[in-house]
Nanobody, 130 residues
Framework: EVQLQASGGGLVQAGGSLKLSCVVSGLTFDEYAIGWFRQAPGKEREGVSCISSRDGSAYYSDSVKGRFTVSSDNAKKTVDLQMTSLKVEDTAVYYC???????????????????????WGKGTQVTVSS
């Protein structure tokens, strides 16, 4: 069974930085996507940043582009999200997720739609104060 454990959330002032980490266990997929999603109160889930193991390219949502950096280690099956210049609107529960993806899927596709069988971590709370 695939399990994901996210960590690194916390309280930070606007303009500050946080680094989120996610460790994946039980992953046996040869080709998969892995990334970070977030959900703020009253808002829909948003794909923040995702990577496809196929080419390693990263996708960022427009709201975080230039401020967040995602990195992954395929050997260790980890994915980190370095968040800088945090804004109040970044406040949300952040979830890491992964799943096998079709050959034609990219990290962007996964971030936008995920998959029916996506494995979700429990999430970690990020709160940005003004």
């Amino acid at each position: 069974e695939v399990q994901l454990q996210a960590s690194g959330g916390g309280l930070v002032q606007a303009g500050g930085s946080l680094k989120l980490s996610c460790v994946v266990s039980g992953l046996t997929f040869d080709e998969y996507a892995i990334g970070w999603f977030r959900q703020a109160p009253g808002k829909e889930r948003e794909g923040v940043s995702c990577i496809s193991s196929r080419d390693g390219s990263a996708y960022y949502s427009d709201s975080v582009k230039g401020r967040f950096t995602v990195s992954s280690d395929n050997a260790k099956k980890t994915v980190d999200l370095q968040m800088t210049s945090l804004k109040v609107e970044d406040t949300a529960v952040y979830y890491c997720a992964t799943d096998e993806i079709p050959k034609y899927w990219t990290g962007e596709t996964y971030c936008r739609y995920s998959t029916m069988g996506t494995f979700w971590g429990k999430g970690t709370q990020v709160t940005v104060s003004s």
